[in-house]
């Protein structure tokens, strides 16, 4: 059976109406009244209760699930407000969810391990394809999330994540889950059966200047580099002294700039953003930093992440064996959107460019990424990234 | 400096650290010395590129801002234009607003704005908000309100943002809108201030530039222009929705008295009509008697009562003369006359008309002269009727020409209507006779008509038998040189009856 497959969107400024026009398109390009998932991006401009309670007053039966984002990617154009509703649907997809509330209290490896159980109860004895979900962007260091899951499904097992983002704040994302808007919580979806997703990530950022090892470090917290305070490094490139990079948010600043952690096996460096300088002049980033790992500054620009999205797009469609992509979902990082500003639909260009026409198109940005990364020869192991682009096929 | 080049340099950093690597294991041929000497250079390399490496982010930093701000710009201008042609195409003032919320929701990448109307007479009306609650905006207009200084700057036309006003400025402005970054910006219109536009960001993730102070100006006069025009148009609109008002009521007015002047002029007819009737009775008796006692079949009579009776019996013939005039007019007005409609050629009734009168011209000097178009074919009319239009209009020339003067009869055809017109030398009439010369019992005020009896009824009533067959009848005078009375026929004379016919009414005609 094939799949039914339906964007809509909305701009409408009243969550009520924008919710209402959104789901009419989906519906309308869609063919499907009730269908079986459905995915809700929205902007942080919205009461995230009110866009809920009437999508689910149309779509009572309808598994949703979603979150907040800091812009909404769709075929042909990139918002930065709106409500955006994706309908999936077929008989042959089958399907978990799960939702983890409270993330903090639970411990974050914890609660990666039973959203993963969660899903996997829903979902049934099938064939499993990937995990898709969203969790808190605020978290500083979701990687113990991500390793939770993995105790579950595997560390090779496909894992595509989205740390969910506002817009720019950093304090007002949330989650959907069926009729919930959360706070501080997970929720994800197991998809698998008749169906091939394939995923691809890159992020085009490049290393500069000389490398650097981390000196001392815990979990997601840089101490020293070079044995000197973390924040050093930023002081020396940036120009600043640590109490300013304080006051100007270093998150916003360093999104341009992240750490790259150089990993021997790949080609591609792994990004942790730098959220937050301590007291002590320690870095927080948004995901592990071992003790001893070299690092770099790293530098990107339009071309870099153009190139960047054409790539991961390019081994999305290879992975698919030569079956046609009837849905492309977009994942990338809010720095990239940043950084890119008016030309960010031309990354979508280049992915648009490897596809059929018309293909359905839906994305969000995210503060913090989760996707399968090369960490060995033969094994691609799903890590929190920052920075990058990941696209999924679904045929 | 290009991100290709970049890469070049850390491609080479990484390369020359390999080789030196190599040569460290290696170690062949290579003194300790050496060794620290490469290691030294090495380090220094490092650290030089290292200064490069920070140069290129300050730079890129410095590119990342600029871009921004002119992605900001760019993005600002592109909001204005959609912004503005979404007001600029309706002249609804609650309308530009609704537009204005949705687009600005849309194209604005500001957390909380507000745009208010001012009049001395209303002070602030919230219009559209975004980011402020009721109680807030309450609170926003009272603080703006009681800061005259503030006020009379905004009257002024000052914009106030929180990157260029004074910083004591710009802190009682972010402690009334309780807003960190802000714009604030007075909204003119050609009578002054109209309105405020505030946009602002209470967190410091976005602070005001230099793009965004520019944009909210631009805004701000657009929406101005557009509010303008509203009111423009408003105020024209109105004008003319209370000038149509008045023309309605006037012409309400103007149907009642013309209804109300129909009534009276009916009952003037019906009275008039019972009147006459009443009067011709007894008129016919008093000149029988007058007849049987002038005929001496009751034994003759003096004389002088002959020549009494004589003159009872002139008399009583004008009256009934008189009487019959009135039927014939009032009879005509109600509707209720019936018109005999036969063939008739036109050029008979004028022949007859002259053969009747030649008595009176030539007793008085007065020439005759026609100049009738022969091709007028036969017209269909109530001989009886037309005969005496002529009748009326001759003798009327006749009475008023003098000796040896001249009345022209002419008649033309033009397309399907008889021009005819009835000329004289006679004295003429005075401008403010002629408006009034058709109003029943009206009679000029002249030396003639103070000798000659008449009824000022007979032009009246020539006038009412040409319009009751389709026609206009009209006169146009010069004093001491003569007059001419016009009046047309209809060849088709959709309006006439004939005996069978349905009667000829005012409202047909």
């Known amino acids: 059976m094939p799949i039914g497959i339906g964007i809509g969107f909305s701009q409408h400024i009243e969550a009520k109406e924008a919710a209402e026009e959104a789901l009419k398109e989906a519906v309308t390009k869609s063919g499907l009244k009730t269908p079986r998932i459905a995915l809700l991006l929205s902007t942080v401009q919205y009461s995230p209760d009110i866009v809920i309670n009437t999508i689910k007053k149309y779509l009572p039966n309808t598994n949703v699930i979603g979150c907040s984002t800091a812009g909404i990617i769709l075929e042909d154009s990139i918002k930065t407000r709106g409500i955006a509703i994706l309908f999936l649907d077929s008989e042959d997809i089958k399907y978990g969810l799960s939702a983890i509330e409270d993330l903090t209290a639970q411990g974050l490896e914890q609660s990666g391990a039973l959203l993963a159980q969660n899903s996997l109860k829903e979902f049934g004895a099938h064939g499993r394809q990937a995990f898709l979900f969203f969790m808190d962007g605020r978290m500083e260091n979701n990687s113990l999330l991500i390793k939770g899951l993995q105790n579950v499904f595997g560390n090779i097992f496909p894992i595509v994540g989205a740390g969910t983002s506002d817009d720019f704040t950093f304090n007002k994302t949330f989650q959907f889950y069926q009729d919930k808007v959360l706070k501080n919580s997970a929720v994800g979806i197991i998809l698998g059966g008749a169906v091939n997703i394939s995923v691809a990530s890159r992020h085009g950022w490049r290393p500069l200047g000389k490398p650097r090892m981390i000196t001392e470090s815990y979990s997601n917290v840089i101490k020293t580099i070079n044995h000197q305070n973390a924040v050093t490094l930023y002081e020396e490139y940036l120009g600043k002294n640590s109490n300013d990079i304080r006051a100007q948010q270093l998150g916003k600043t360093a999104l341009l700039y992240p750490l790259g952690l150089h990993e021997q096996a790949s080609q591609e460096y792994l990004l942790r953003n730098p959220i937050e300088v301590l007291n002590d002049g320690s870095i927080v980033c948004q995901g592990d930093v071992p003790t001893g790992s070299v690092v770099h500054v790293m530098i990107g620009n339009k071309d870099s992440c153009q190139q960047a999205a054409y790539e991961a797009a390019s081994e999305a469609k290879k992975n698919l064996l030569g079956k046609e992509a009837k849905l492309i979902i977009v994942i990338e990082s809010m720095a990239r959107l940043k950084l890119l500003g008016r030309g960010a639909f031309k990354e979508i260009e280049e992915i648009k460019s490897l596809f059929p026409k018309n293909t359905p198109i839906i994305g969000l940005y995210a503060h913090g990424e989760v996707c399968p990364f090369k960490t060995t020869d033969k094994f691609k192991k799903p890590l929190l990234q920052n920075e990058s682009i990941t696209v999924l096929a679904v045929s | ?509």
Not at chain 2, 21 to 33: H, V
Not at chain 2, 173 to 178: S, V, Y
Not at chain 2, 227 to 255: D, G, H, P
Not at chain 2, 289 to 295: F, R
Request: proline share 3%; charged share 25%; hydrophobic share 40%.
């Open chain 2, 1 to 509: 400096m290009s991100p290709t080049f970049i890469y070049i340099i850390v491609g080479a950093v990484v390369t020359l650290v390999f080789i030196v690597m190599i040569f460290m294991i290696t170690g062949k041929n290579k003194t300790n010395q050496q060794l620290v000497a490469a290691l030294d250079k090495m380090k220094k390399s490092f650290n030089a590129l290292d200064e490069q490496a920070k140069l290129i982010v300050k730079t890129d930093l410095e590119l990342n801002h600029a871009q921004e701000e002119l992605d900001k710009r760019l993005s600002g201008l592109d909001a204005l234009q959609k912004t503005s042609r979404l007001i600029s195409t309706t002249l609804d003032e609650g309308e530009i607003f609704d537009r204005l919320k949705q687009s600005l929701s849309a194209e604005l990448d500001f957390e909380q704005y507000v745009i208010l109307t001012y009049s001395t007479k209303d002070s602030f009306q919230a219009k559209v908000v975004e980011g402020f609650g009721d109680k807030e905006i309450q609170l926003i207009v009272a603080g703006i309100t009681l800061d005259q200084a503030l006020m009379n700057k905004l009257l002024a036309g000052e914009i106030f943002s929180s990157s260029k006003s004074s910083p004591q400025q710009a802190k009682e402005i972010a402690q009334i809108f309780n807003t960190q970054h802000f714009i604030l910006s007075p909204i003119i219109s050609q009578g002054g201030m109209v309105g405020l536009v505030f946009v602002g960001n209470a967190s410091n993730t976005f602070t005001i530039t230099e793009g965004d102070e520019e944009l909210v100006a631009i805004l701000a006069n657009q929406i101005g222009q557009s509010i303008q025009n509203a009111r423009l148009f408003e105020e024209v609109y109105l004008s003319s929705r209370m000038l149509e008002t008045k023309v309605l009521e006037r012409t309400q007015q103007l149907e009642s008295a013309l209804e109300e002047v129909q009534n009276i002029s009916k009952t003037k007819t019906e009275f008039i009509s019972a009147v006459s009737h009443e009067l011709r009775t007894p008129l016919t008796s008093i000149k029988g008697y007058a007849a049987i006692l002038m005929d001496g079949k009751l034994g003759e009579i003096p004389e002088q009562v002959k020549e009494r009776l004589g003159k009872i019996n002139t008399h009583s013939d004008s009256l009934v003369q008189l009487i019959n005039n009135l039927l014939d007019i009032s009879r005509i007005e109600s509707g209720r006359v019936e018109m005999n409609m036969s063939e008739c050629a036109l050029i008979d009734m004028i022949e007859n008309v002259h053969d009747l009168l030649t008595p009176q011209m030539k007793e008085k000097g007065v020439h005759w002269k026609t100049n009738i178009d022969p091709s007028i074919p036969p017209v269909r009319v109530d001989a009886s009727q037309y005969e005496r239009v002529f009748i009326n209009l001759i003798s009327n020339a006749i009475k008023f020409t003098p000796s040896d003067g001249t009345i022209t009869v002419t008649a033309k055809r033009e397309d399907n209507t008889i021009q005819m017109k009835i000329t004289d030398t006679g004295i003429g009439i005075a401008e403010k006779d002629v408006v009034r010369l058709f109003d029943e019992f009206y009679r000029v005020e002249n030396k003639i008509n103070q000798n000659v009896k008449g009824t000022g009824l007979g032009l009246p009533l020539a006038k009412k038998i040409v319009e009751a067959h389709g026609g206009k009848m009209w006169v146009t005078s010069v004093v001491n040189e003569g007059t001419t009375f016009h009046f047309t026929l209809p060849l088709k004379n959709e309006q006439s009856t004939t005996k069978n016919e349905k009667p000829l009414t005012k409202e047909n005609t």
